[in-house]
């Protein structure tokens, strides 16, 4: 059997959590038989703002786009996907019920996602094991806000603005 192809996925919503700016990052391995994954990849993507961005949509669209990377690897052998994220682990595996529509919907994407692959696991992780895709999801909100992609009243809460002096 082929190694499995292991990746990492974390989300976040800053600085409010519903209503921030949701990002998520991805850390796939090194892979010596996927020649795109001789180097492992990562990367880090802005989902949305405000009205349905939390914290766990977050993490679900991190899951989606590290299946899809992977995806477009061409690579389509067993992989192992792990998270700090207990909520989507546990309704991924089918060990807890969905009971929010918009989770469900996606938990039945990256269900469907999984089966472009032999295998997909799903493991949770602590926290402290995650740190690479937990460091993309922050550089993905940090190239948010540098891209205005952020409204006003959230991109002063984290970068501060100098203040004018009168008669400048």
């Known amino acids: 059997m082929t190694e499995c192809v292991t990746a990492y996925f ?3 919503c800053y600085p409010d959590n519903p209503g921030g700016l949701a990002c998520g990052g991805r850390h796939i391995l090194p892979h010596p038989d996927v ?6 990849l990562r990367g880090g993507n802005y ?10 949509v977050a993490e679900y669209e991190a899951g989606l786009d590290v299946l899809r ?3 477009r690897t061409g690579y389509r052998g067993p992989v192992v996907l792990r998270s700090d994220s207990q909520l989507v682990v546990q309704q991924v595996n089918g060990a807890w019920r969905c009971k929010a529509q918009h989770l469900h919907d996606l938990r039945d994407k990256l269900q469907h996602a ?7 696991g799903v493991e949770w992780v602590p926290r402290e094991q995650n740190k690479v895709a937990d460091q993309q999801s922050r550089l993905a ?8 992609k952020v409204g006003p009243s959230a991109s002063q809460q984290l970068t501060p603005q100098p203040q004018r002096l009168p008669g400048r």
């Open 10 to 12: 974390d989300g976040l």
């Open 35 to 40: 020649p795109a994954l001789t180097y492992g």
């Open 47 to 56: 989902y949305r703002q405000g009205d349905g961005a939390t914290n766990n």
């Open 69 to 71: 990377a992977i995806y």
């Open 114 to 120: 999984m089966t472009h692959f032999a295998y997909v």
């Open 141 to 148: 909100y940090k190239r948010a806000v540098r891209n205005q």
